[in-house]
């Protein structure tokens, strides 16, 4: 049973349009959400992150949304660029004692595609 | 800042090796998470340190895995023996105390066990 999901295996998208990533999630103690990025042969890169306190947060060209009563979070990059295609992991924690880190559970992530 | 090491980036055995696989955190950094990709279960964790201690490795699949950190700069997970069920992709990430600073990924050993 997932914690994290993230339905869509892949997205396509042409550059200059806006890119829409969604993520669902299950466990209503979940209080923190991150996104990564990943390129082919590397590791997730850590892009944007929001708390439960916030419904949005935004970072450039790209901004997070969270909806904690339908615990659904979204990634919106935009404009698109060729250089946005990777595999975008949402990712979700429960607080710990002391603010400390503790199990971040990810999603199965989402291919996103930008076309020129 | 030279980021997460990891090392082998690949590594190829047969059914039954022992597998070494190794971490070097960012300096600074007081916690460690060995992740474990795969294209059915996605990234899952398999155990963390915070300060060279293990925390939680509930999801160390079976006894035969097992991880150590003997230092602030150096981790390993073992596997032994290994299985053709054990490929996969595994990321050791390293960041510091507080919940809002990122986790730092290596780029990850792939492992394939023949």
């Known amino acids: 049973d997932q914690q994290v999901k993230q339905n869509s295996p892949s997205l396509s998208v042409q550059e200059g349009r806006i890119s829409i990533l969604n993520c669902d999630y299950t466990?209503?103690?979940?209080?923190?959400f991150l996104w990564y990025k990943k390129y082919p042969a590397e590791g997730p890169t850590f892009l944007i992150s929001i708390s439960s306190i916030k419904d949005k947060n935004e970072d450039g060209r790209f901004t997070v949304f969270l909806n904690k009563s339908a615990k659904h979070l979204s990634l919106h990059i935009v404009p698109s660029q060729p250089g946005d295609s990777a595999v975008y992991f949402c990712a979700a924690s429960a607080l710990r004692y002391g603010g400390s880190q503790g199990n971040l559970i990810f999603g199965k992530g989402t291919k996103l595609s930008v076309k020129p | 800042d030279a980021g997460v090491i990891q090392s082998p980036r690949h590594e190829v055995t047969e059914m039954g090796q022992e597998v070494t696989l190794r971490c070097k955190p960012i300096s600074g950094h007081d916690y460690l998470f060995w992740y474990r990709q795969t294209m059915m279960r996605g990234l899952e964790l398999l155990i963390y340190f915070n300060n060279n201690v293990p925390i939680d490795d509930s999801g160390m699949p079976e006894d035969r895995f097992s991880a150590k950190m003997p230092n602030a700069s150096f981790s390993t997970l073992k596997i032994q023996p290994s299985e053709p069920r054990d490929s996969a992709v595994y990321f050791c990430?390293?960041?510091?105390?507080?919940?809002?600073?990122?986790?730092?990924f290596g780029n990850g050993t792939r492992l394939t066990v023949t």
């Open positions: 990430a390293s960041s510091l105390r507080d919940r809002s600073s990122p986790l730092h």
């Open positions: 466990n209503s103690m979940f209080d923190y």
